[in-house]
């Protein structure tokens, strides 16, 4: 059965026109074209308006005649043609919009072509291309690089090309030559005539017209291929932006500027020393009990969204959701100066939250929620793990110690235990003292279960 859809497709090749096969469902890419379409109209309509006016001065410079003003209102129509162009440009194809670029390209080729009405003077119509009018068309194909397609880019190229040979040669039809001009030119370059032929008053000079059509076509492909690739940075740049934004949604900040600034930048597995943090909702299956799912999902959103803000706000590392808790992580993936610090003032802020949410949720009448907080600084193994789907992992007793320091809240009938590893990093990374411990009782010989040695521990 014969494919009736080729010669369908065959045409949408060659209709430049058509806009860039992007995916417009996806919102930041779509935004992201929207906004350079949005910039680049505004800054082609007030190119072209600066362009305007700098014209209408020059032609008053090179014909300070009153028949100038034919051509300024010419310009004039052109500078308000732009602001309906303005008005009716979207992203993706516009049937409007691209009627307005023709009508522009259309009032250029006939106020070029068409003798002025005002000027009193008589010359054959073919003396209207000896003033070089066309390179005016390179003001629009530029403005048009600043808002449209690479199609369309090339469309204003080629429609240009069509209506400027077709104007001369219906010009070159139509026009009554005036012979005794081209007997004088001719009578006083005798012997010279390549001299003849370029100053003849009625010649149309086909060979002049044609170079300008192909050169004007060149550039504009040029130009249409230069903006093509940049439409195509444009599109990665929104692609990626979404990818960082997908990132951000399961790793912290810290981890998703490594990802993007390094090809492999978690694969070595490495010990480093950092600080560890767990925090979990106390008497959360308690409080979860007879409750509505619901409810006990927003409580937890809630309570995640806090205790991540403040991970986040000291450079620390979301390294898992627990359920009613969660685990992080300070010098990872990249040890810091101040990691057990950020840590502590982490927790801190943490425990000023929970009390600050609590407030609210007392005000309008609902339980309040209390949290331990264990932490512990010592080396662990990081890297990652995995074959396909890859996960960042901290590996290592550090982990574990941490975890209990926060079940051992519960029997301290403490918000705060911090291991005297922290304790001492602390100190010494901020010379000796620290207000953030100030608060803490010392605890020796407390014992963890799973823990071998009983641990010296602090509590607050």
């Not at 440009?89 to 068409?114: A, Y």
Request: net charge negative; charged share 20%.
């Amino acid at each position: 059965m014969a494919d009736i859809t080729a010669p369908a497709r065959r045409r949408e090749r060659f209709f430049f026109t058509q806009p860039d096969e992007f995916d417009l469902e996806n919102r930041f890419t779509e935004a992201a074209l929207e906004r350079h379409k949005r910039e680049g109209l505004e800054l082609a309509v007030r190119a072209r308006w600066v362009a305007m006016v700098v014209i209408a001065v020059l032609l008053v410079f090179v014909n300070p005649q009153w028949e100038v003003l034919y051509y300024h209102g010419i310009l004039g129509l052109i500078a308000l043609n732009g602001w309906f162009i303005r008005r009716a440009g979207r992203v993706g194809q516009s049937r409007t919009e691209l009627f307005l670029i023709f009508v522009d390209l259309l009032i250029m080729t006939l106020g070029m072509i068409v003798p002025n009405p005002f000027s009193e003077d008589v010359r054959p119509l073919a003396m209207q291309y000896r003033f070089d009018n066309f390179q005016y068309f390179f003001v629009i194909l530029a403005a048009g690089t600043l808002a449209y397609s690479w199609r369309t880019v090339i469309a204003i190229g080629t429609w240009t090309g069509v209506m400027w040979t077709l104007g001369w040669v219906a010009a070159w039809w139509l026009a009554t030559p005036i012979p005794e001009l081209t007997q004088r030119a001719a009578t006083a370059f005798f012997g010279y005539p390549d001299v003849i032929e370029f100053l003849d008053p009625n010649s149309f000079m086909p060979e002049l017209r044609v170079q300008e059509v192909v050169v004007f076509l060149i550039v504009a492909v040029t130009l249409g291929v230069s903006v093509r690739r940049f439409n195509r940075l444009l599109m990665n740049n929104a692609g990626l932006e979404r990818e960082r934004a997908n990132l951000s949604r399961y790793f912290s900040p810290n981890v998703v500027d490594a990802l993007s600034q390094n090809d492999e930048p978690l694969k070595q597995v490495r010990q480093e020393d950092i600080a560890v943090l767990f925090i979990d909702i106390v008497g959360f299956t308690r409080f979860a009990a007879g409750r509505d799912p619901y409810e006990v999902i927003e409580v937890l959103r809630g309570f995640h969204a806090r205790m991540e803000a403040q991970v986040f706000r000291h450079h620390g590392t979301l390294d898992k959701y627990l359920g009613d808790g969660l685990m992080a992580t300070f010098g990872t993936p990249v040890a810091g100066e101040r990691d057990a610090t950020n840590a502590l003032a982490c927790a801190r802020e943490m425990v000023v939250e929970i009390e600050k949410w609590n407030r609210e949720r007392k005000h309008a009448g609902e339980t309040e929620i209390h949290a331990g907080i264990g932490l512990h600084f010592g080396p662990a193994v990081l890297g990652d793990i995995g074959a396909n789907r890859l996960e960042f992992a901290v590996i290592g007793n550090t982990v574990n110690v941490a975890a209990k320091l926060e079940a051992q809240t519960r029997l301290c009938a403490a918000k705060i235990v911090i291991s005297d590893e922290l304790h001492d990093q602390v100190l010494e990374e901020n010379g000796g003292a620290s207000r953030l411990l100030e608060g803490f009782s010392k605890r020796e010989n407390e014992s963890l279960p799973g823990i071998g040695d009983p641990m010296t521990v602090w509590t607050l």
